[in-house]
């Protein structure tokens, strides 16, 4: 989809009274559409199936979700009803709770609920979720190592940061965002459309700006995925520092921590 629409989003604690809107793909009706079926209506539905049938669908929403992960890209419950589950949406219930065994069991992988109102999921490494050493924190391939950065930049300064103080803070790294780059390719497109697909990040236009500015958060995968602790960790070897020296971050690194680690998947 190609077109976009601006969705409402809550301001950061750092940004009061300001209530901007965050560039995200436009949604279809499905969801609106789409009423969760309940227990009794999941029992029926599965008396009407046979095992086989149940199995061969749990296969496709299972094979749906790992292909979408492989580009890091979320999936929305009206998505998977509309294009994997279809006439089974009655049982869907059943259907995501198997898949997410199967994920558990089968690939090591743990089905988290990123957005609640939307009904978005991604997939985490169960290891990672565990011991909060996710790959972003250490970084084995270049693009993600470009995503550091940057989380690594929003984080220290608030949560919030101008799109400008990015783009410069790429430039001292010798990452241009106006010109091509040998491995990331078009720098501008990656980090404000790409990252904000896979919910990494947010780009966010500040209103009453002339020219148009847009600032930066964290976005919902990054939330789920990423320690503050470890950046907070990065960022005083960097710079040889006590990570405590930063008491704000310190705080909010450490009081996050518990919160990311008993992220449970949703129905």
């Not at 985490?124 to 970084?139: G, T």
């Amino acid at each position: 989809m190609t077109q976009r629409k601006r969705l409402s989003n809550t301001p950061s604690s750092s940004q009061s009274g300001r209530q901007p809107s965050t560039v995200l793909p436009q949604e279809d009706d499905d969801e609106a559409t789409f009423t969760q079926p309940s227990t009794s209506q999941v029992q029926r539905g599965l008396e009407k199936l046979t095992p086989a049938q149940v199995d061969q669908k749990t296969a496709e929403v299972v094979q749906f979700f790992l292909v979408k992960d492989q580009k890091k890209i979320p999936v929305r419950r009206a998505d998977l009803v509309k294009h994997v589950v279809k006439e089974y949406r009655n049982i869907y219930p059943e259907i995501l709770k198997r898949a997410a065994r199967t994920f558990d069991q089968v690939f090591g992988l743990k089905l988290v609920e990123i957005d609640a109102k939307n009904h978005t999921y991604i997939l985490i490494n169960k290891l990672e979720a565990a011991e909060r050493a996710s790959p972003i924190n250490s970084p084995t391939n270049p693009k993600m190592g470009l995503l550091f950065v940057i989380l690594s930049v929003i984080f220290m300064k608030g949560g919030v940061v101008r799109e400008n103080l990015i783009w410069s803070t790429l430039k001292k790294l010798r990452v241009d965002p106006g010109e091509r780059h040998e491995e990331f390719g078009d720098v501008k497109r990656v980090v404000t459309d790409e990252f904000v697909r896979q919910r990494y990040l947010e780009y966010v236009r500040i209103p009453h700006t002339e020219p148009i500015e847009h600032e930066f958060r964290w976005g919902q995968r990054a939330e789920v995925e990423v320690s503050k602790a470890k950046i907070l960790e990065f960022m005083g070897q960097l710079h040889e520092q006590d990570p405590q020296s930063w008491s704000q971050q310190y705080r909010e690194a450490h009081s996050t921590s518990s919160s990311q680690a008993s992220t449970s998947s949703h129905r």
